[in-house]
Structures are given as C-alpha cells and as structure tokens.
C-alpha cells in the first residue's frame, strides 16, 4: 500500500527552534526526529478534525514578535481591523526593547478564527503563536 509506505521530506527551521526541537525528542523519549515529527502531525490532525468549522468557539490568540520587524506592525494591524467582527479585545504587552507579546480574545466561528490565527502567526517576525479555544453555546 503506497499510503503507509514511508515518505520523506526535508523541513528548514532556524538554528535556536532545532535545538529546542531536539531537546524535545530527548525529553519525550523519541527515537529519533522522524518519530517526534509523525506524532506532533498526528496530533495536530487529531485535533483539526475535531473542531466543526461551523462551531462557535471563544479563545485567545498569543503572539510573541519583534516589533522592529520591517512592516510586521502594519501587516497585523490591517489584518486585525479586516476581522474585526472576530476581534473581541487586544491586549500588548512590551516584554522588552524589542520583544512584544500580544493576546488577541476572539469569538465567532471555528473556521474564521482558525483563519485568522493562521494570518496572524504566519506574518514574518512573529516567533510564536498560541491559539487557544473553547466551545460555547451558540446564542
Ligand atoms: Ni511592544
């Protein structure tokens, strides 16, 4: 069956996230990459196909980024104020001269938040993104 059979693929990360991917695999135990990367993906599926795109959901969304970051300040803002319906408060924090950590409470569909988180982590100069959330009865 050419569905089990393995594939491979070459992944590029930034130097300090590899290292703190490798002390994962140590402390979980793996055998090696390959094996911590199938089950985090596992995971990942898992918990994607659980959510109902239709679902009302309420959650947050966490953002570590360095606000020196050519555009990135604009890039969030315009998509911010493009989900605005999404958007119920924005609060951010200076961590220091550089580092800014921004929590994004936000409520409407699954599918449209998980948009929105998508569009928010993936701007460049964003180091990481937690997107967090809750079912909540459909008013
Ligand atoms: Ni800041």
Redesign the pocket.
């Known amino acids: 069956m050419s569905g089990s059979s393995l594939k491979r693929f070459s992944v590029s990360m930034e130097g300090d996230l590899l290292s703190s991917f490798d002390h994962l695999v140590t402390l979980r135990g793996y055998e090696n990459r390959s094996e911590a990367v199938r089950d985090l993906v596992r995971e990942a599926i898992v918990k994607q196909s659980y959510n109902d795109s239709e679902q009302i959901i309420a959650g947050s969304i966490l953002l570590f980024y360095n606000?020196e970051q050519r555009n990135l300040l604009e890039e969030m803002t315009e998509v911010q104020h493009d989900k605005h319906d999404l958007i119920l408060a924005t609060t951010?924090f200076?961590l220091d001269y550089g580092s800014?950590l921004e929590l994004i409470v936000v409520k409407g569909k699954v599918k449209e938040i998980q948009e929105l988180s998508h569009q928010l982590t993936s701007l460049k100069g964003v180091s990481y993104g937690k997107f967090t959330v809750a079912p909540v009865e459909e008013i």
């Open positions: 606000h951010h200076h800014c």
